[in-house]
């Protein structure tokens, strides 16, 4: 099973910073990495899908980079709606795996 | 618009069984993989399941084989999670997820709660 690390659990920024999130993978998953945004009570949403694709209407402010066993997403400037928990997620082999979550929260 | 609606959480026993369906509009269902997440009370999510299009591959994470099945009625736009056996640790919600964008999980229901309990 591939194991997804994220880090920081918890970031701390303001409305208007740079948020920069980290998964890292037990071994490669190419780029076969996606991240999702998490608000309570809600159910996730795709952001990002294999590594670096924005899904649909999901605003430019978002980017993913990386492949095989490093990946980071960015938000360029934090909106308000943006603060949430986000997951990396992989779909290199099964069982598909999810990191344990970032959360975001405002400082 | 594509949406997806699970139903059929609730309240059982350890031991018991229930069974999850899931109704699909608005996409071509029967094209599609689709797939079953859930996520424990405070926890994060995990991937339990997925079924190919014609229901002829199935899925499952090692925790809940044999006791979980998946399946679908491609005639009915329904995908279904028959659960035998459950265990405290299966209590979560129960995402309903479609799998149309390069295999990710690109549309998620509102999810229902299954809640395992004597």
């Known amino acids: 099973e591939i194991v997804l690390t994220q880090s920081p659990a918890t970031l701390s920024l303001s409305p208007g910073e740079r948020a920069t999130l980290s998964c890292r993978a037990s071994?490669?998953?190419?780029?076969?990495l996606a991240w999702y945004q998490q608000k309570p009570g809600q159910a996730p949403r795709l952001l990002i899908y294999?590594?670096?694709n924005r899904a649909n209407g999901i605003p430019a402010r978002f980017s993913g980079s990386g492949s095989g066993t490093d990946f980071t997403l960015t938000i360029s400037s934090l909106e308000p709606e943006d603060f949430a928990v986000y997951y990396c997620q992989q779909r290199g082999s099964w069982p598909r795996t999810f990191g344990q979550g970032t959360k975001l929260e405002i400082k | 618009e594509v949406q997806l609606v699970e139903s059929g959480g609730g309240l059982v026993q350890p031991g018991g069984s229930l069974r999850l369906s899931c109704a699909a509009s608005g996409f071509s269902f029967s094209a599609y993989w689709m797939g079953w997440v859930r996520q424990a009370p405070g926890k994060g999510l995990e991937w339990v399941a997925n079924i190919n299009d014609d229901g002829s591959e199935k899925y499952y994470v090692d925790s809940v084989k044999g006791r979980f099945t998946i399946s679908r009625d491609n005639a009915e736009n329904s995908l279904y999670l028959q659960m035998n056996s459950l265990r405290a640790e299966d209590a979560a919600v129960y995402y309903c997820v479609s799998l149309m964008l390069m295999m990710f999980a690109d549309v998620w229901g509102q999810g229902t709660t299954v809640t395992v309990s004597s």
């Open positions: 071994q490669s998953v190419r780029s076969y």
């Open positions: 294999d590594a670096s």
